[in-house]
C-alpha cells in the first residue's frame, strides 16, 4: 500500500484560496443577474407610463448594486491574493515620477497642487513595480478623498539611515479622528460613502511584502502623513509573515505635533508635476 503524505499547507494562503473561490462563485451569480437586469433594462427602456419609469428606476438601481458587488469582490480578490511578488532593481526616483505624472490630471480637477521633493541621488530598490504603484495610487486617492475643497499634496522621499528609504506623502485635508485612524488599516472599515476598506489594508501589505512597513500620523482639520519605510538591501523573502517590526504603525501627533510640519531636507529639488 502506498501511503501519500501531503505536504504542510500554508494557513493564511488556504484561507485566501478558500476565500477566492468563494468570492468567484458569487461573482458568477452576480453575472447572471446583472445580465437578467439587462434585459429588463432593455423591455423598459422606452417606458411611457409612470408605472413603466417606476420599473425602469428601479432596474437601474439594482444595477448599480450589482456593480458596486462587482467592484467590492474584484477589491477583495485582489486583497486576498496578494501572496507572491515580482521584484527587480528599479529607480525609485523614476517610479515616483511616473506615479504622479499619472495622478496629475485627476489631481487637477480636483483643486490639489502637488509638491515633489527628491533627491537626485534616490538608491534603486528591488520593487514589484506595478504592485508597489498600486499601493503609491491607494495613497494618492486616500488623500484626494481627504481633499473634497482641494489642497496641497507633498510626495518626499530621502535616506535617513544607509540602508533605509523613507518615503512621506502629506496631505492638508479633513484629517483623521482618533477613532478612525486606529482602524484605519483594518479591512472593511471605511467612513467613506461607496468605499469598501480595503485600499489602506491592500497598501500595507504590499509595503510588507516588500520587506518595509507603514506609519500614520493624522490630526482632525490638519491634515494626514503616510510614512513608508523601505530597506535598500534585499527585503525578506515574499513568502514569509512579515516579523513583528514591519507591522503598520499608527500614531497621532504628539504635543500639538503638526503632520505638514516637516520640511523636505535642503537638499531635496521638486520634480514639477504634470499640472504645476
Given amino acids: 500500500m502506498t501511503t501519500a503524505n501531503p505536504p504542510p ?6 484561507l485566501a484560496e478558500i476565500a477566492g473561490g468563494f468570492i468567484h462563485e458569487i461573482k458568477n451569480h452576480i453575472s447572471t443577474l446583472a445580465l437578467n437586469l439587462q434585459l429588463l433594462a432593455e423591455d423598459f427602456g422606452h417606458a411611457s407610463t409612470p408605472r413603466e419609469r417606476k420599473i425602469h428606476d428601479r432596474i437601474q438601481r439594482l444595477q448599480n448594486e450589482c456593480q458596486r458587488l462587482t467592484d467590492l469582490s474584484n477589491d477583495f480578490l485582489r486583497f486576498a491574493r496578494l501572496r507572491h511578488i515580482e ?9 515616483l ?3 504622479v505624472d499619472f495622478f496629475a490630471p485627476t489631481a487637477r480637477s480636483a483643486g490639489i497642487d502637488i509638491k515633489v521633493f527628491l533627491p537626485s541621488d534616490l538608491p534603486a530598490l528591488l520593487l514589484d513595480v506595478d504592485l508597489f504603484k498600486q499601493a503609491l495610487l ?22 535617513p539611515e544607509p540602508n533605509l528609504v523613507r518615503l512621506d506623502l502629506i496631505d492638508n485635508g479633513c484629517g483623521m479622528s482618533p477613532e478612525t485612524l486606529a482602524r484605519c488599516f483594518r479591512p472593511f472599515h471605511t467612513t467613506k460613502p461607496g468605499g469598501n476598506g480595503l485600499g489602506l489594508p491592500t497598501t500595507r501589505r504590499i509595503v510588507e511584502m516588500h520587506g518595509g512597513r507603514i506609519e500614520v500620523q493624522s490630526e482632525r482639520g490638519k491634515g494626514t502623513q503616510f510614512t513608508i519605510w523601505l530597506p535598500i538591501q534585499s527585503p525578506a523573502p515574499a513568502d514569509e509573515s512579515p516579523s513583528s517590526g514591519t507591522d503598520a504603525a499608527v500614531a497621532s501627533p504628539s504635543h500639538g505635533a503638526d503632520p505638514l510640519a516637516e520640511s523636505p531636507s535642503s537638499g531635496d529639488k521638486p520634480v514639477a508635476a504634470s499640472d504645476g
Avoid at 491607494?138 to 535616506?159: D, K, R, S
Fill in 87 to 95: 521584484r527587480r532593481p528599479v529607480s525609485l526616483h523614476d517610479v
Fill in 97 to 99: 515620477g511616473e506615479m
Fill in 138 to 159: 491607494n495613497l494618492m486617492l486616500n488623500a484626494q478623498q481627504a481633499m473634497e475643497e482641494g489642497g496641497q499634496l507633498v510626495v518626499q522621499a530621502h535616506c
Fill in 9 to 14: 499547507t500554508d494557513p493564511a494562503a488556504e
